[in-house]
């Protein structure tokens, strides 16, 4: 079992940065350390992966203004958030899983943690 924390969530005006953290206990990520988010009313929606090895990718509306890290070492990922808009706000959840699909939210994610939240003001 993994046990996924995110943190680092708030509010933040348009324009501004936040960074997300996610520490894993239990055991390590997986292959796969991904950010998903979920805006009120809406599906989840895939954000960034980043796999073992450090290979990213990002959903296009955040390619350039967000950056996936991980530190192996730690146990943690980062989202970087920068150039931030109204429309990032959400509930950022980390997910851990051997494979992804940015189209199948659920995908192949086998631990999940329970989010934390981004508000962007004007």
């Known amino acids: 079992q993994v046990q996924l924390v995110e943190s680092g969530g708030g509010l933040v005006q348009a324009g501004g940065s936040l960074r997300l953290s996610c520490t894993a206990s239990?055991?390590?990520?997986?292959?796969?350390a991904n950010w998903y988010r979920q805006a009120p009313g809406k599906e989840r929606e895939f954000v960034a992966a980043?796999?073992?090895?450090?290979?990213?990718y990002y959903a296009d509306s955040v390619k350039g203004r967000l950056i996936i890290s991980r530190d192996n070492a730690k146990n943690m990922v980062y989202l970087q958030m920068n150039s931030l808009k109204t429309e990032d706000t959400a509930v950022y959840f980390c997910?851990?899983?051997?494979?992804?699909?940015?189209?199948?939210?659920?995908?192949?994610?086998?631990?999940w943690g329970k989010g934390t939240l981004v508000t962007v003001s004007l």
């Open positions: 997910a851990t899983g051997r494979d992804y699909n940015s189209a199948a939210p659920y995908y192949g994610m086998d631990y």
């Open positions: 980043i796999s073992w090895s450090g290979n990213t």
């Open positions: 239990g055991r390590t990520f997986s292959r796969y």
